[in-house]
């Protein structure tokens, strides 16, 4: 990938959020610059409450910034957009829909109906590996499979870019790797901007081409960290020489920030 | 293998059957002690009242008199509820202008205004069923109201990211996310329409179940009184298996939350 030119996909321009709260203003985010290249896996670590879901809902759109600005191919971003797709935590995955009719409910808003919108939904249902659970309702999942469904949910409207907040966050350890695992290897094909965020450094590094660390607050980028670790990685990765160095230093960065919040 | 197994090899049914046996038979003793016989007559006596009631010609029209208001004043009490609960949860300063209301008269015991309205209203069906709407309409809105604040908020966003509009996000969020709270409100409004029965047709009514136990209060006939008392009960369950239905068809996909 060295020497390739790559386009900015989002550009995020001296952003600032601040909350009204009942106890006055609360500065969440303060003067964040950030490009997200074309094709790009960016991670995002920092301790709690360091604003990285805020930034995240600014660039989905689901939050306006109180200063600055945020670019989506060149274009100001002012609510939200399907070609920004979210992928959520708590899954949010709509409980009266089967798997099938949440993977369509993007499509049919697009206004691809029937047939057509089966047929791309079933695609996608098939990459998460979920296709014999199709007329399933969340309710008869675990959570592993339900994030499975919302990501194929994100993917099925074809957005350019991929914003996932700490998406595995409520899996078990092995289910995460799983499902760490076969987002590489469903970004090595399609090569789908990512803006993941997460509190576990491994995931970061084992994913990313770059990890940003947050400062506590107010919120602002610390360090920028190149990972060049070349792809595939696998669950062997996380034992390199390499691997452990950039873990020791994200770790206690992150730390220290841990601490700062503490004080 | 042990007791609690073979117990439990016993089906539903049968436990339902040696249930109505034993309240079959409470009325039975009730009904031989003197004292408690004045209340209690035995089964006989009671089912045959209500050929005597027929024969009075007004049995069916008691029946479907209190049927009408409590059909009306809860289907009143429903389609103003559901605007409302929404325009509260939408509108704060909605909200806050009625909600301390709603919760002030919603404590208040619907046989305390009867009065006042027949002042207004005069007798007849009228009052009836505007006793029964306001009590269900409280009842209702509060319910209703819950459900839409609760939707979650990660739904409506998970939307808005796919595409969708405000009105799809009316239509395809939040009614469906509501749907749970809003078959509660008709479970809880068809039972108060039912206890609000007796106070609404102590309003100088000229038939209906309520009006005619107080009647026949008046001529110490406890016998019809007490058939009048289990039809109330035995429509009161017909609606709640109807309810039940409409859960187990319409929100099936729910998680069962502990209780
Ligand atoms: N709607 C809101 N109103 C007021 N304050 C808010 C709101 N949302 C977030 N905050 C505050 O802004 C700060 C950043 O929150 P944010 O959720 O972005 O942090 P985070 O980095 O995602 O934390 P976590 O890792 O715990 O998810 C926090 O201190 C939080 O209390
Ligand atoms: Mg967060």
């Known amino acids: 990938m060295a020497g390739e030119e790559r386009s ?11 909350y009204d709260t009942r106890n006055g ?26 604003g990285k879901s805020t930034l995240l809902n600014i660039i989905a759109g689901l939050l306006e910034p109180s200063s600055g600005r945020v670019l989506c191919d060149g274009e100001e971003v002012h609510g939200t957009g399907t070609e920004r797709g979210v992928v959520f935590q ?61 990501i194929a949910r994100a993917y099925a409207v074809n957005p350019s870019i991929l914003l996932m907040d700490e998406p595995f966050g409520a899996l078990d350890a092995q289910t995460r790797t799983q499902l760490q695992q076969e987002l590489l290897e ?39 960290v190149d990972i060049n670790i070349p792809y595939p990685r696998t669950q062997e990765t996380k034992m390199s020489p390499e691997f452990l160095e950039l873990k020791n230093h994200i770790w206690s960065q992150v730390y220290q920030e841990y601490l700062e919040v503490r004080k | 293998m042990n007791n609690k197994n073979k117990t439990s090899k016993i089906p539903k049914k049968v436990w339902l059957l040696i249930s109505f ?35 009075r ?39 806050n202008i009625l909600e301390p209301w709603i919760q002030f008269i919603r404590n208040i015991p ?15 069906r009228k009052p009836q069923i505007i006793v029964i709407t306001i009590a269900t309409f409280l009842i209702m809105t ?54 609000t029965l007796i106070a609404a047709e102590s309003t100088g009514a000229v038939a209906g179940l309520g009006m005619r136990i107080r009647s026949l209060n008046n001529s110490f006939e406890s016998a019809p009184m007490l058939l009048y008392i289990i039809i109330i009960g035995i429509i009161g369950m017909l609606v709640e298996k109807f309810v039940k239905y409409l859960e187990r068809r319409f929100t099936g996909w729910q998680e069962k939350r502990e209780v």
């Open chain 1, 90 to 150: 708590q899954y949010a995955l709509f409980p009266w829909m089967t798997v099938k009719k949440n993977v369509m409910f993007g499509l049919n808003l697009k206004g691809i109906k029937g047939k057509e919108a089966e047929e791309i939904a079933m695609k996608y249902i098939k990459m998460v590996q979920l296709e014999d659970f199709v007329d399933h309702y969340p309710k008869e999942l675990s959570g592993g499979m339900k994030q499975r469904v919302a």
């Open chain 1, 8 to 18: 900015v996909k989002v550009k995020i321009e001296n952003v600032r959020k601040v």
């Open chain 1, 186 to 224: 469903t970004w090595e094909k399609e090569k789908k901007t990512c803006f993941f965020i997460t509190h576990d450094v491994d995931e970061a590094i084992i994913l990313a081409q770059k990890v940003i660390i947050m400062s506590a607050r107010p919120g602002r980028i610390k360090e920028i």
């Open chain 2, 21 to 55: 046996a034993t309240a079959m038979l409470a009325w039975y003793l009730l009904s031989l002690n003197p004292v408690t016989a004045r209340s209690f007559q035995n089964q006989v006596v009671v089912f045959n009242s209500m050929f005597t009631m027929i024969e």
């Open chain 2, 57 to 95: 010609g007004v049995f069916w029209k008691d029946i479907a008199s209190s049927l009408i208001s409590v059909l009306a004043g809860f289907a009143l009490g429903f389609v103003l509820s559901l605007p409302t609960a929404i325009l509260m949860a939408w509108y704060a300063p909605v909200r």
């Open chain 2, 142 to 195: 509060v319910t209703i109201y819950q459900g839409v604040i609760n939707v979650d908020e990660t739904l409506i966003k998970a939307a808005r990211v796919l595409g969708a509009t405000d009105k799809d996000i009316f239509l395809k969020v939040i009614a469906p996310a509501t749907l749970p709270f809003i078959i509660t409100a008709i479970r809880l409004g068809s039972s108060t329409a039912l206890t």
């Open chain 2, 110 to 124: 619907p046989l305390a205004y009867v009065p006042l309205i027949v002042m207004t209203a005069g007798v007849g």
């Open chain 1, 25 to 50: 203003e609360m500065v969440a985010l303060n003067g964040v610059d950030l490009d997200i290249m074309e094709n790009e896996f960016i991670c995002v670590v920092g301790p709690s409450g360091c």
